[in-house]
């Protein structure tokens, strides 16, 4: 008796992992999710910079990448592409861009460098 009530409980608790597994996997991704997976090279970096500018526009943006992702026209955006694409639609977007060296073991600015190389 005791064991049937055992097997039960244990039956329960496994279906109620497999229906959390289910609808988890049943959950549609959003646009952003979408065109996040296939963003490389400071792309996603490039995607937030944009949409803390430009909020309205980067959501219609996002959902057309979306779109095209999905009917496989688009496999991976750089975030080199991702910006050239902003400015050819008139939405300037700025980078914070930085040159390092590394000598010595240690990184370098390139104001350092150029010091370093005058003193030198």
């Not at 803390?52 to 095209?68: D, H, Q, W």
């Not at 592409?81 to 000598?103: A, C, D, H, M, W």
């Amino acid at each position: 008796m005791e064991e049937d009530i055992e097997l039960k409980l244990l039956k329960a608790k496994k279906m109620a992992e497999l229906a959390k597994k289910l609808q988890e996997k049943s959950r549609e991704k959003t646009a952003r999710e979408i065109v996040l997976e296939h963003l490389v090279d400071r792309g996603d970096e490039v995607l937030i910079k944009a949409e803390e500018l430009y909020p309205r526009e980067m959501k219609i943006i996002v959902e057309k990448l979306a779109e095209l992702i999905k009917a496989e026209e688009i496999k991976l955006i750089t975030g080199g592409q991702l910006l050239s694409l902003l400015k050819t639609l008139g939405l300037n977007v700025p980078i914070e861009t930085r040159i390092t060296f590394y000598e010595d073991g240690k990184f370098m600015s390139f104001q350092e460098k150029i010091k370093r190389s005058i003193e030198e």
